[in-house]
């Protein structure tokens, strides 16, 4: 699953990244320990540009009940979500870009116990999560505008530390991903796998990671050495 992220830099830095539209962006700042139910940054492309707004980690269905089902459905398997009733309505026409610059897996340890690890990619550059939305009206009216993270199959990296990755696109494939005319789910089906372990790195990281509350630069530095070395 992916459970936790970081997208630690700046609003313009976003902006550029992906070209978006500059109506209506969101205040924004360092985040080094992303959860699920807060608001997050997500990237759309409304048929003639990319626009960056929030919606709430945790997709609620449209003919959702209870909003609260959204605590259950902050990932969807990329091997199953075009059969899902949740998801394959968004999967063919409201994908979204999720920005992060790593995410946080917990590795079991043989002496019992976890290790957070922080995974990014070797350049440390920003990264687009594959991400579904959709809007939940309440009978008031109220709305909710919510996302899930797709999943996939770990690569050799993420293997030993985690039975799943969230699905990274290729920077060339983001476009494709966003365009709504793009209805056939077999066309971006092979967007959807793990991605590429030779650009990426995991390091560990402090357990404070571990409380939501905790949100500072410290989350993300690596641990020393010596205690590294403990935990292979």
């Known amino acids: 699953m992916c459970g936790r992220y970081t997208l630690t830099i700046t609003i313009e830095e976003l902006m550029v990244r992906?070209?978006?539209?500059?109506?209506?962006?969101?205040?924004?700042?360092?985040?080094?320990?992303?959860?699920?139910?807060?608001?997050?940054?997500?990237?759309?492309?409304?048929?003639?540009?990319?626009?960056?707004?929030?919606?709430?980690?945790?997709?609620?269905?449209?003919?959702?009940?209870?909003?609260?089902?959204?605590?259950?459905?902050?990932?969807?398997?990329?091997?199953?979500?075009?059969?899902?009733?949740?998801?394959?309505?968004?999967?063919?026409?409201?994908?979204?870009?999720?920005?992060?610059?790593?995410?946080?897996?917990?590795?079991?340890?043989?002496?019992?116990?976890?290790?957070?690890?922080?995974?990014?990619?070797?350049?440390?550059?920003?990264?687009?999560m594959a991400g579904l939305y959709e809007t939940w009206i309440s009978p008031d009216g109220a709305k909710i505008n919510s996302c899930t993270i797709l999943t996939t199959e770990p690569n050799p990296l993420m293997a030993p530390i985690h039975d799943r990755m969230p699905v990274i696109l290729k920077p060339e494939n983001e476009a494709l991903w966003l365009d709504r005319k793009t209805q056939d789910v077999e066309a971006i089906l092979p967007l959807l796998r793990p991605y590429d372990e030779r650009d990426m790195v995991a390091y560990a990281v402090s357990s404070a990671v571990g409380n939501v509350r905790n949100d500072s630069p410290e989350l993300i530095e690596q641990m020393m050495v010596d205690e590294q070395l403990r935990l292979f």
């Not at 709430?56 to 969807?76: R, T």
């Not at 979500?81 to 992060?100: E, G, N, Q, V």
Request: glycine content about 8%; proline content about 8%.
């Open 18 to 128: 992906y070209m978006v539209d500059e109506t209506g962006i969101p205040f924004h700042r360092p985040k080094y320990n992303v959860a699920p139910s807060q608001q997050v940054l997500a990237v759309i492309n409304d048929g003639s540009a990319n626009r960056l707004g929030e919606l709430k980690w945790g997709l609620v269905p449209p003919w959702a009940d209870d909003p609260k089902v959204g605590f259950m459905m902050i990932n969807a398997r990329a091997e199953t979500a075009a059969a899902k009733a949740a998801f394959k309505k968004p999967l063919r026409s409201k994908r979204c870009l999720i920005p992060a610059d790593g995410f946080y897996e917990w590795k079991k340890l043989s002496g019992g116990g976890k290790q957070p690890m922080r995974i990014t990619l070797k350049s440390r550059e920003i990264f687009s």
